[in-house]
């Protein structure tokens, strides 16, 4: 079992929706990520929060709002969604970001349809 | 942006042969390495990380690093049919927001067969 908990699993969403996907981890590490995955694609990073601080925004859309509430919780907001950012969501944590020495654990992910 | 070059594959391997996956990298400034397995449908699964020049062994799995020639490597012993994923190469590198980042090369899909 994975140690990074993310919730739903699956979620399915219409054009006009607002959802949130959930991400938890008790590790006790530092840096939470958002990444997006496409079929037979390699993780794309989205976001990186750094001790609860925006790090890294990929030049992602602004329909995409990430959140770190704390140490443990990421969420990432959603609405207006395209079609096409239907996709497999991975947050992944480490125990420090800095130089990116540290090992991701990914989470099992949150299967995206927009409809 | 960093490049992360694996072969995409499929490699095909019998069961029980030693399965070698290949990955180079471009940004000399490199300090980790990091080998994923992703079975269809599911997320990535850490397998090893290195950071020095040389071997590291796990069980079936060794990692091989050389930063001279920008090349990385994973070994599977005895290979199982359990070991048929896809296995992502990762490298930390600056990325274009003034800070580091795993790159992940596209995979290679590994195939094993009975």
């Known amino acids: 079992d994975t140690e990074v908990t993310q919730t739903p699993k699956h979620l399915v969403m219409g054009m006009t929706n607002k959802k949130s996907l959930k991400c938890e981890q008790h590790m006790g590490h530092r840096a939470m990520y958002w990444y997006k995955q496409k079929a037979k694609k390699p993780p794309e990073l989205m976001f990186v929060?750094?001790?609860?601080?925006l790090s890294i925004n990929e030049s992602v859309p602004s329909r995409f709002s990430p959140e770190c509430p704390n140490s443990s919780l990421l969420n990432l907001h959603l609405h207006a969604l395209q079609p096409e950012d239907s996709a497999l969501y991975l947050c992944?944590?480490?125990?420090?970001w800095g130089l990116g020495n540290s090992p991701l654990h990914f989470g099992n992910g949150t299967r995206l349809t927009v409809t | 942006q960093k490049e992360v070059e694996q072969n995409s594959g499929p490699l095909s391997v019998p069961e029980g042969a030693i399965a070698s996956l290949n990955c180079t990298y471009s940004?000399?400034?490199?300090?980790?390495f990091f080998w994923y397995r992703q079975y269809s449908g599911k997320s990535p699964e850490l397998i090893m990380f290195i950071y020095s020049n040389g071997d590291k062994e796990d069980g079936r799995f060794t990692a091989q690093l050389n930063k001279a020639s920008q090349y990385v490597s994973l070994l599977i012993r005895d290979s199982q049919p359990s070991d048929s994923a896809t296995y992502l190469c990762a490298v930390n590198g600056r990325n274009s927001n003034s800070g580091y980042a795993l790159n992940f090369g596209k995979g290679t899909s590994l195939l094993v067969t009975p």
């Open positions: 992944a944590s480490s125990q420090d």
């Open positions: 929060y750094s001790y609860e601080k």
């Open positions: 940004d000399r400034g490199s300090q980790s």
